[in-house]
């Protein structure tokens, strides 16, 4: 469950449905994945971002526009979408993330 759209919205090989957003190291893990720019001070600020976004119940997306590799997440009230099950939240991909929120660079 979740696997072919898993492994197409990591971009990585991550199978988001394995993913607890709510470890550190899960949410740094899926932060990777999304950036190939990766420093770990840039991984620590967008870990950060993203568990502020979540705490407060709003979407995030994780990616860059021109490598296609924008990723959302959103609180799990839709279908379609290979959901964490230890957090209820949706990692999907999206076309060129226009219309969501950017996390900081």
């Known amino acids: ?13 991550i199978d988001p449905s394995s993913l607890d957003l709510s470890r550190d190291s899960d949410l740094a893990l899926f932060v990777r994945a999304a950036h190939r720019d990766v420093t770990a001070r840039r991984t620590a600020r967008r870990s950060d971002a993203l568990r502020a976004a979540l705490a407060e119940g709003r979407d995030a997306v994780l990616g860059r526009a021109r490598d296609a590799r924008w990723m959302r997440v959103q609180a799990d009230d839709d279908s379609g979408a290979a ?4 957090t209820g939240y ?16």
């Open 1 to 13: 469950t979740g696997g072919g759209a898993g492994g197409g919205a990591g971009g990585g090989g």
């Open 83 to 86: 959901t964490a099950p230890a």
């Open 90 to 105: 949706e990692i999907r991909r999206t076309e060129g993330g226009r219309g969501f929120p950017r996390l900081p660079k």
